[in-house]
């Protein structure tokens, strides 16, 4: 069965630094890849999505997003981090016929001023 | 347009009473899904509608759970004689199809067991 890996469970960045969080995946063929972000007591907004196509992708809120098939990858960027940016990043995965959401375990992000 | 609403957002209830939590999807979206958050856990998949019909129940992690959807629009998710362990944000989330769209999720209902 496929597994979304975060091994990250809690980062601290200094605002204004980049920032990088890491999701494998274990899955045989290419899966369709997600990025969602929570902030406190709300429900999951869609940062980025990978389907196909180019390996690097652009999200909302400056957001970015790398796939490497060759590291079963798919780790979220973004070269400033604000304030605002502190919440809860669950990567995820559709694959094969299947629909639901295979969720990683999630990586808690805090900033300091 | 309006996103995916649920309702209560909190709810508190006794140990072995029913519950049911409602989800109102994106309009014109076929597929809805429910997932549930325990603390200190990551999110699980419970069911998914395409329509009316449930293809994949897999999740639901026993027969006190339930779910039905009607008019390929609302959906309720009632949970059977709770327990304390049902004690978790319960979250749906819609698409424009099966398949891999992107699921746009609700803020959830917490669900409070005492």
């Known amino acids: 069965a496929q597994s979304v890996t975060q091994p990250d469970i809690h980062i601290t960045v200094s605002e204004g630094a980049s920032l990088e969080l890491r999701c494998n995946y274990s899955?045989?063929?290419?899966?369709?890849l997600f990025w969602y972000v929570q902030s406190p007591g709300q429900g999951l907004q869609l940062l980025l999505k990978?389907?196909?196509?180019?390996?690097l992708v652009q999200g909302i809120k400056g957001f970015e997003a790398e796939f490497k098939r060759s590291q079963s990858s798919f780790n979220l960027r973004k070269p400033s981090v604000h304030w605002s940016d502190a919440a809860e990043y669950f990567c995820a995965v559709i694959t094969g016929t299947a629909s639901k959401l295979t969720f990683g375990t999630g990586t808690r992000l805090q900033v300091t001023l | 347009g309006a996103g995916v609403s649920q309702s209560p957002s909190n709810k508190v209830t006794e140990k072995g009473k029913d519950v049911e939590l409602r989800c109102d999807p994106i309009?014109?979206?076929?597929?809805l899904y429910w997932y549930r958050q325990r603390l200190g856990q990551g999110l699980e998949f419970l069911i998914y509608f395409q329509g009316n019909s449930a293809p994949d129940k897999s999740g639901l992690p026993s027969d006190r759970f339930s779910a039905e959807r009607t008019g390929g629009s609302v959906s309720t998710l009632t949970i059977q004689r709770t327990q304390q362990e049902d004690s978790a944000v319960y979250l749906c989330?819609?698409?424009?199809?099966?398949?891999?769209?992107?699921?746009?999720f609700g803020d959830g209902t917490r669900l409070s067991i005492l």
């Open positions: 989330a819609s698409s424009s199809r099966a398949g891999n769209q992107p699921q746009h």
């Open positions: 990978y389907f196909s196509g180019d390996t």
């Open positions: 309009s014109g979206h076929t597929a």
């Open positions: 899955y045989g063929a290419t899966p369709y």
